[in-house]
């Protein structure tokens, strides 16, 4: 019976470690914003539009549907040729072409 509630407590403090350590690799991640319109083709994130799934399916480069993980408060900065501003855009957007 000893040996079960050692077992036991074993468990539950391996349980907090994990915890912790998931934790502490979180916080050291700096935030992040989707950036669409800035991604070449086949390299966004996610979010591509219609007849695409999710990551490494955007069809253009810089499509306005295609968003990229980028750190937070940069997106607007990014080069997007097809965007309205030429910039990156923090909601999907038609593309301006020619």
């Keep these: 019976m000893n040996l079960s509630r050692s077992a036991f407590l074993a468990g539950v403090v391996a349980t907090a470690m994990v915890g912790f350590a998931a934790d502490a690799s979180a916080q050291g991640k700096p935030a992040r914003e989707k950036c ?6 086949g390299y966004n994130d996610c979010a591509a539009g219609p007849g695409t799934s999710c990551s490494g399916t955007s069809k253009v480069n810089y499509q306005g549907n295609a968003w990229k993980l980028v750190p937070q408060g940069t997106c607007t900065t990014l080069k997007s040729p097809t965007s309205p501003t030429g910039f990156g855009q923090l909601a999907a957007f038609k593309e301006k072409r020619g």
Excluded: E, N, R
């Design 36 to 41: 669409y319109g800035v991604s070449l083709a």
